[in-house]
């Protein structure tokens, strides 16, 4: 009888991307085919050439005896370290979405560009103009390092410009090194077998699973650096980034019913000096790459690795990836999450200014025309740096003071509203696409927020709490793309019209909220909310934020206020 260990199963997707030949699979192939959608394991593999393959749901109510199972569709999302583009990226990118997408640009919540929309045929078109834009899709998804993050304010002060560059540099060394992508999206010919290393970072299959990395400082955290794989917590010293409190573990995504899934956030690892940055950052890479849960990917996070381990274990695991000896953290701190929307002075003379945007969603509608206003003021005034935010917002950097009045009159008269005449709970609220597109979504989300925020401003208005910066974010599922498990109000959806609601995170993200109810209809939520906020007012200590009420005042008496039989008598 063996003795040897039995070795571990596999999920499918590793042997996908095992036998992918460096993420070529049969995608050149199947792209030439006269086709609507790809493969279910070629699916698997264009998720690393930045697109998701989905199923126009609202098409479902319509489909007829013996049409077509489903409407395909594409989401395509660009790559874009720190947001940063400049006027002809923006410029490029608004075309592409009227010439082969749904003609609305969408920022992401990490600081990208996505196209909706898109059929199978336009592929090529689209990322072939990405990347003649000078940007690419390389790496926006799949089992890699994503889009990394970096507080987006373009002010003059090193320290932002510093992180900035950190954020490239390190975006550069963690990208895929496949001739795949060049091969089939840009130069078209089809080049030899691949041999050797090709992959010193990840190896032949990759990572376990997604990796994202963000990059804050203690006064801006706008990153939510503690909902990433890979953080850091800026050190500064006159205006200088010396080094880094180095964070690994945080993660958003969970299952519901499943209690082995959880979200997570950050555990403080090390510190390190600013020139470790590379060094450090490749050593938590490889040892995610070698211990992370290859058998389930519902577990294939580094969080997963941490909380199993613990933080001492982990430590002692990285020192040996290290080339350097690890330093505990100095525990640095993170105090605001500033939106840096309106005008700001930059600090050299210029100015940005920063545009609200609902849900990300640059779009035309009626007399609300952000998608038109936006082109006309990078036509004419050219920004030499356009900034997208993790909230979702669009900074226009290097104008003039002179630039002023007549901005605020363009986005006036196509009926975009400036910052001050939108509440702050708009402005703090973010949310995910979830249906018609998103293959994951069990309720709506982005096209669901609208009427949740009018509701609850209302309720709002009504308690005199409109200087209050309450942050609220909805998701169609659980996997929480829009980070809903860090903040004071997070709807998560569960199923049709129901959600998760949660409370008691709070601003800078730095903790967690609670699940609150279960199974909240849609018509229940605002409601339910408005109980809490009428005692909030009534009970709140001096400068005392709704998610810091909430913990004091304990789950058990909230969801007494908040029982389905007090909220129907209310």
Not at 227 to 255: H, P, Q, T, W
């Amino acid at each position: 009888m063996s003795t040897e260990p039995t070795a571990p199963k596999l999920s499918p997707v590793e042997a996908i991307k095992e036998a992918s030949r460096y993420l070529r699979g049969g995608i050149a192939e199947e792209l030439a085919a006269e086709s609507d959608h790809f493969s279910e394991s070629d699916k698997q593999l264009t998720k690393f050439h930045g697109f998701y393959q989905q199923d126009d749901r609202d098409a479902r109510k319509s489909r007829k005896p013996g049409g077509p199972n489903k409407f395909y569709m594409f989401m395509v999302r660009c790559k874009i370290p720190g947001g940063k583009i400049d006027a002809d990226k923006y410029l490029a990118l608004d075309d592409l979405c009227g010439r082969f997408a749904n003609e609305t640009l969408r920022i992401t919540t990490r600081q990208s560009f996505q196209f909706h929309g898109v059929v199978k045929d336009d592929l090529k078109s689209l990322i072939g103009g990405i990347n003649r834009a000078m940007l690419s899709t390389l790496g926006a998804c799949g089992d890699v390092n994503r889009n990394v993050l970096a507080c987006p304010a373009p002010f003059a002060e090193p320290s932002y410009t510093q992180i900035q560059q950190d954020a490239d540099t390190l975006a550069a060394h963690l990208a895929p090194r496949s001739g795949a992508y060049a091969e089939i999206w840009i130069d078209g010919e089809k080049a030899p077998e691949p041999e050797g290393n090709v992959e010193p970072i990840y190896g032949k299959v990759y990572l376990p699973r997604k990796f994202k990395i963000g990059f804050a400082l203690p006064k801006d955290n706008l990153v939510d650096v503690f909902a990433n794989d890979l953080g850091f917590i800026a050190e500064v010293r006159g205006k200088e980034v010396v080094g880094y409190d180095l964070l690994v573990g945080g993660g958003m995504g969970m299952s519901h019913g499943n209690d082995k899934t959880f979200p997570y956030l950050g555990k403080r690892i090390c510190y390190i000096q600013r020139d470790q940055l590379v060094a450090a950052s490749e050593a938590v890479v490889k040892l995610f790459r070698d211990h992370g849960n290859r058998g389930d990917r519902k577990l294939a996070r580094i969080k997963y690795v941490v909380h199993n381990w613990g933080v001492e274990k982990f430590r002692e695991v990285l020192q040996t990836y290290l080339p350097f000896p690890l330093e505990l953290p100095h525990e640095i701190q993170t105090t605001d999450m500033p939106l840096w929307t309106g005008w700001h002075d930059q600090g050299d003379g210029k100015f940005f200014y920063g545009i609200s945007v609902e849900s990300g969603r640059i779009k035309d509608e009626g007399t609300f025309r952000l998608r038109t206003a936006l082109r006309k003021i990078v036509e004419k005034f050219r920004p030499a740096r356009i900034r997208l935010t993790p909230m979702q917002d669009i900074l226009l950097a290097d104008l003039p003071a002179t630039a002023k009045p007549e901005i605020d009159a363009i986005l006036l008269d196509h009926g975009v509203m400036p910052p001050e005449r939108i509440s702050l709970l708009q402005q703090h609220s973010i949310s995910c696409p979830a249906l018609p597109t998103c293959g994951l979504a069990l309720s709506e989300s982005e096209r669901a927020l609208p009427g949740i925020i009018d509701q609850l401003d209302a309720e709002i208005r009504r308690l005199g709490l409109e200087s209050e910066k309450l942050t609220l974010r909805m998701t169609g599922c659980p996997n929480g793309c829009a980070r809903p498990y860090q903040s004071e109000i997070g709807l998560v959806g569960r199923s049709g019209d129901k959600y998760t609601v949660y409370v008691g995170g709070n601003l800078v993200g730095d903790r967690l909220n609670f699940e609150l109810r279960d199974l909240v209809p849609t018509s229940e939520i605002v409601p339910m909310l408005a109980v809490l906020l009428e005692q909030f007012k009534a009970s709140r200590k001096r400068k005392e934020s709704f998610g810091d009420w909430c913990v004091r005042t304990g789950l058990a008496k909230l969801q007494q206020l908040v029982a389905p039989q007090t909220i129907a008598s209310a």
